[in-house]
């Protein structure tokens, strides 16, 4: 029971006195694990089935995505950001073509902004739907993973409508977007409009107010708005617990602000909190995607953008609010056609440095239920 | 009663005489002391029980596909009929593996104790007034006691594995089933209580006795002292989940945490053992469930719905005994249903015929069923009617206890999982002083009545 | 009752599965106190309860056979397995089994073992009848032993006094088994 | 086979009861003596109930279920006092169990 060591860097100072070496017992969560999203490694020390500390261990998805952005030119390495957060690809897309916009100070037009908020808002449902499947599934609820992904496809029909791919959908190029909308495009998005509230409603009817659900979820993986901020945690996680900070209204892009919608944030910071927010978020993307596609201007999808992107020699942080957090994008260019230096802040990575606080002192159940509701990618973690 | 203890005089001496009237025995082969019978007893349960896990199997996948939105297993056979045919080869033939620092005795023993313990437990489980291996007086008490050692196969596995997440779920499953059997079996003695509240005040632990103290005193024990019987009923019903691991209390094998819990290690046919009797045990419980509170083998009103329907014929234990073949007609109308729904194509030809042949002997054995219920009354064969009503005994049985197999996968469709400790508060905060309340107000009402 | 009891449920093959059950017990007892590994013995005395509770089924005490198996095999069965995993130290496997006076203790349980004989072969003839013949002999015994223990109607029964002071017992047990086994309490 | 008497059912009761002595006084490991009380009680049991069986009183199975009684008790306190020792010293030895204070 005590012959696996911990390693030796594992710092994993105890809250409390454990008299007996023997009741503590190092478990080995992942990389093969079916809980863990992926191959990340969780190695726990446990106090019986309580949590005494974390140590996450990462990279096991590591395919240099950053190296390999400086021996590609810009237009090569647009495909390569689908790859790493791969539920939310549209996101990564728009955060990559709109920071070497504003390298090349090249303003996409008004018709491709429209395109690109409705692929991104209808990716943020998608996204947060494999979320509530995976997270529900994690807690033992079989059911609601079938729901949600039925309905994902109808979201990831109208990108392969729209480009062909579906889940790396490389929808975007630097400048603005290379496909127009094919016929019947605001047809097939006002449909999914009409179709995806009641899904909602189905979901919530299964979780949000099942005892065994609020059991497990309530008071579970608390973190403080104080403590997000200085562990940089964004997104859906940051605004349960009570920071009302979404990059959308404070720092807009591609027309958010003409848009009308709310931020929704919780009190406690718990796992619930985090659940609530993310459902609201998706009926908030259903009202952003209703003013999108109602008041979409025709005209052109493509700004003015030289053939062999060269931007000027400097430096660049571009950030939106992707549906795990702050995605943003430091590019450094010395004036040639690859980048110097391409350096990514995933959401997903940032948040995962929460878990440690977030579950000492709960149970191994807990842990779970904390990785899941995270919503961590590690295509995104590792990049 | 005499006309049955003649009979019995006559032919309990005789093993093998009476062959002819299998399921008209007047008492159990255990109790007639026929050791011949009491093993073709044993071996048609061992092989009813293992026919019936292996169809719970096919009925789960698809059920819960069905709650799923998906489809299920539609590749094997017509509707995935053979799946679980395919996956018990498959399982049969796989590789072997036991760890290299696994204990290889207690490894290799740990299934089949679980698999013993579920198993014994059908020495008593009543299909009807006679339809039992053996009636022991203190049936029910073997009962809890028998299964409560499957537990034991658990955690030796767990221990015996050398790994850390079967021992986590072995320590898990040990608290969680030695706390929820106290809940358990104070609501098995305001059952068992109830059995007392007659004239002459004796109350039986024998598992007949107990289904036949409910047909005298005129009420399933679920609707007695309404709603003390309920309240203890749900007791059980919550308690046996928990006990034999199912979700939402699936915690020694919650796949989300400790990837398979207690059999994280096992594969092949080991793995198909602890499956085989987590099912078993399921019917087992729930034939508990069925015995103490439902009425066991008996049909509805079986004290009210009696003598004609109309003024001379038929009466209604005629129309109760056609059941059975009757539900096996409708089944096989499924089956014709889903055979004119196969697909025309030439690709399906083999599977329709495989579906329309199943429907077939459905459909037989539901003409054969309705045959023996109309010839017997027809005839007024003793012989012949004490078979049809062992029929209808065991199939009212069942059709219960499946009903209860069905709870099981709706509770897994909808229910996430308990977390170790709100489970542990559930089954000492909650279950135990609710039971312990119903087993006391019960003893009194049962006093102030009598 | 079953009217059928009383002449339902003779014994069958007493011999036969009396030496059964019995060497069970006796190979059972001897793997408890030689295995180095603490699990293999308490595999080994399950086996000896189990085979225990069927001499008690043969000796018409279903009702003891029935505890026997819910208390013993089903419960503190569980409880020594939970210990052993608790405490599981490779070291002890590998330690010497014996204590020193193990000669000494082995002597004093064959005198013991010899007291018991003698004493046998001194009350032969008192023991000698067969452990079936008493016609008197209630084989539906669960309610009488009810009667035993808790009283009839209007009269507690003889050993009701000392079923109380039993459940006292247990009470106790529990108090301290848990402030024993707790780290804080 | 010659019939089985009572005095069958006490021979095999003195056999377990000395296997149970000879583990108590000879093992080191602490849950192997418990396990061998539990042997010695389990002989006694058996002799209680075929006493019972042969006077066809039912005195015997009663002081059997007390005896039952006592053995779970036992073995709960027994195994609370292994673990607190076990915490405080490490071993389950009981020859190293020889100070009366720590």
């Excluded at chain 3, 069970?24 to 309860?49: F, K, M, P």
Aim: neutral net charge.
């Amino acid at each position: 029971m005590n012959d696996t060591k911990a390693p030796a860097n594992l710092d994993l100072e105890t809250p409390e006195k454990t008299y007996l070496d023997s009741n503590e017992l190092i478990l080995n969560m992942g990389p093969q694990h079916p809980a863990t999203h992926g191959v990340l490694r969780v190695i726990l020390k446990l106090d019986g089935e309580k949590v005494l500390g974390t140590e996450c261990v990462i990279g096991y998805l590591h395919r240099g995505v950053e190296k390999i952005a400086e021996n590609r030119t810009y237009t090569m390495f647009n495909p390569y950001v689908d790859r790493m957060d791969y539920v939310a690809a549209v996101s990564n897309g728009l955060g990559y073509c709109q920071a070497v916009e504003k390298l090349l100070s090249v303003e996409a037009p008004p018709r491709a902004n429209y395109i690109r908020v409705i692929l991104t808002e209808l990716n943020r449902i998608a996204s947060h739907q494999l979320w509530l499947g995976t997270h529900a599934l994690d807690i033992g609820a079989m059911t609601p993973l079938f729901y949600t992904f039925r309905d994902r496809e109808e979201i990831l029909k109208i990108f392969e409508k729209y480009c062909g791919a579906r889940l790396t959908t490389h929808a975007f190029r630097i400048g603005g977007c290379q496909y127009e909308t094919y016929a019947g495009f605001e047809k097939d998005v006002k449909n999914f409009l009409a179709f995806f509230p009641p899904k909602i409603d189905e979901y919530e009817e299964l979780l949000t107010t099942n005892r065994i659900w609020l059991e497990r979820t309530k008071k579970v993986g608390v973190i403080s708005g104080k403590d997000c901020i200085a562990l940089g945690v964004t997104g859906p996680v940051l605004r349960a617990s009570g920071v009302k900070w979404d990059i959308r209204k404070a720092q807009p892009y591609a027309n958010y602000a003409n848009f009308d919608f709310e931020i929704p944030t919780g009190e406690n910071g718990d796992t619930y909190d985090r659940y609530m927010v993310r459902m609201i978020e998706m009926r908030q993307s259903l009202r952003i995607i209703e003013q999108a596609v109602n008041g979409i201007p025709e005209g052109p999808i493509m700004a003015k953008v030289p053939k062999v992107i060269k931007p000027p020699v400097g430096e660049i942080y571009h950030s939106i609010e992707a549906p795990k957090g702050e995605l943003g994008y430091f590019i450094v260019s010395d004036g040639s056609t690859q980048p110097y230096r391409v350096r990514v802040r995933p959401p997903s990575f940032v948040n995962l440095q929460a878990l440690d606080t977030m579950v000492r002192g709960m149970l191994v159940a807990d842990v779970v239920a904390v990785i899941g509701t995270l919503d961590i990618v590690l295509g995104e973690v590792d990049r | 009663m005499s006309a049955l203890t003649s009979y019995l005089g006559s032919t309990a001496g005789a093993p093998g005489t009476a062959g002819f009237a299998v399921l008209g025995w007047a008492v159990t082969p255990g109790e007639a002391n026929n050791q011949l019978w009491a093993l073709i007893y044993v071996l048609i349960i061992f092989a009813g029980v293992s026919v019936a896990v292996i169809a719970m199997n096919w009925i789960e996948r698809k059920a819960l596909a069905h709650f799923q939105v998906r489809l299920g297993p539609m590749r094997v056979g017509p509707h995935g009929l053979l799946q679980p045919i395919a996956d018990a080869v498959k399982l049969l033939i796989k590789e072997d593996i036991i760890p290299a620092e696994a204990d290889k005795f207690v490894f290799w023993i740990a299934p089949v104790i679980g698999l013993l313990a579920a198993f014994t437990v059908y020495t008593v489980v009543p299909f009807g007034p006679s339809q039992a291996v053996s009636d022991m007086n203190i049936g029910i008490l073997f009962m809890l006691g028998v299964s409560s050692l499957g537990v034991l196969g658990i955690v030796m596995a767990g221990w015996a594995s050398n790994s850390h997440y079967p021992l986590i779920g072995a320590l898990r499953s040990s608290a969680q089933m030695v706390s929820y059997e106290v809940a358990m079996g104070l609501a098995v003695i305001s059952a068992i209580l109830m059995t007392s509240l007659n004239t002459d005040g004796t109350g039986y632990l024998s598992m007949i006795e107990i289904v036949q103290e409910q047909q005298r005193q005129g009420v399933w024990f679920i609707f007695k002292f309404f709603p003390l019987g309920l309240i203890a009923f749900v007791i059980f019903a919550v308690a046996m989940v928990a006990e034999t691991n199912r979700a939402p209390f699936d915690l020694p094998e919650a796949e989300s945490e400790l990837t398979a819990g207690f059999h994280t290690e096992y594969s092949g046919l080991r793995w198909s053992l602890f499956m085989l009797a987590e099912y078993a045990a399921m019917i087992a419980v729930s034939s508990i469930a069925v015995t103490l509170w439902l009425g066991g083998w008996l049909r509805p009103f079986p004290n009210w719905l009696i003598g004609p329907v109309w003024p001379h014929e038929p009466v209604w234990d005629f129309i109760f005994a056609l059941f059975p073949g009757l539900t096996f007609l409708g089944l096989g109308a499924i089956a014709v249903r889903g055979t004119v729904r196969m697909p025309k194509h030439p690709y399906f030809r083999i599977q329709t015929i495989g579906l329309g042949a199943f429907a077939a002997v459905l459909a037989g054995i539901g003409v054969l069923l309705l045959g023996i219920a109309i010839g017997a009354n027809a005839s007024g064969n003793a012989n012949w009617l004490r078979a049809s009503e062992g029929l209808s005994n065991v199939y009212w049985f069942v059709l219960k206890v499946a009903i209860f197999m069905y709870l099981y996968i709706w509770y897994r469709a909808t229910w996430p999982r308990y977390r170790f400790d709100q489970l542990m508060k559930v089954g000492w905060k909650v279950l135990l002083p609710i039971s312990l309340g119903v087993l006391i107000v019960t003893a009194m009402v049962g006093v102030i009545v009598s | 009752m079953s009217p059928f009891a009383a002449q339902g449920m003779t014994p069958v093959a007493t011999p036969f599965f009396f030496y059964m059950l019995s060497g069970l017990a006796i190979i059972g007892g001897l793997l408890v106190i030689t295995r180095r590994n603490a699990v293999y013995s308490a595999l080994a005395l399950i086996v000896t309860l189990l085979a225990v509770s069927g001499l008690y089924l043969m000796l018409y005490a279903p009702f003891v056979a029935g505890v026997q198996i819910i208390v013993y095999a089903g419960g503190i069965m569980v409880l020594f397995l939970f210990v052993i995993m608790l405490v599981n130290l490779e070291r002890t496997v590998k330690e010497r089994q014996f204590n020193r006076m193990w000669p000494v203790g082995l002597l004093a349980a064959c005198a013991l073992l010899a007291l018991f004989l003698s004493v046998y072969e001194k009350g032969k003839g008192l023991f000698e009848r067969s452990a079936y013949l008493n016609e008197n002999f209630n084989t539906q015994n669960t309610q009488t032993i009810g009667v035993m223990l808790y009283g009839e109607a209007h009269r507690i029964g003889p050993y009701t006094f000392a079923f109380e002071i039993a459940s006292l017992l247990l009470l106790v047990a529990i108090l301290g088994a848990v402030i024993m086994a707790k780290k804080r309490i | 086979m010659a019939e089985i008497t009572t005095l069958h059912y006490l021979v095999v009761a003195a056999a377990l009861f000395v296997l149970g002595v000879i583990g108590v006084l000879t093992r080191r490991n602490v849950v192997i003596i418990l396990m061998s009380i539990e042997l010695i009680l389990n002989a006694v049991n058996l002799n209680l109930v075929a006493f019972s069986r042969m006077w066809g009183g039912l005195h015997g199975q009663v002081f059997s279920i007390f005896i039952v009684v006592d053995a779970a008790a036992e073995a709960a306190v027994g195994l609370g006092i292994l673990i607190a020792f076990f915490r405080n010293k490490e071993t389950i030895n009981v020859d190293e169990i020889d100070l009366l204070k720590w």
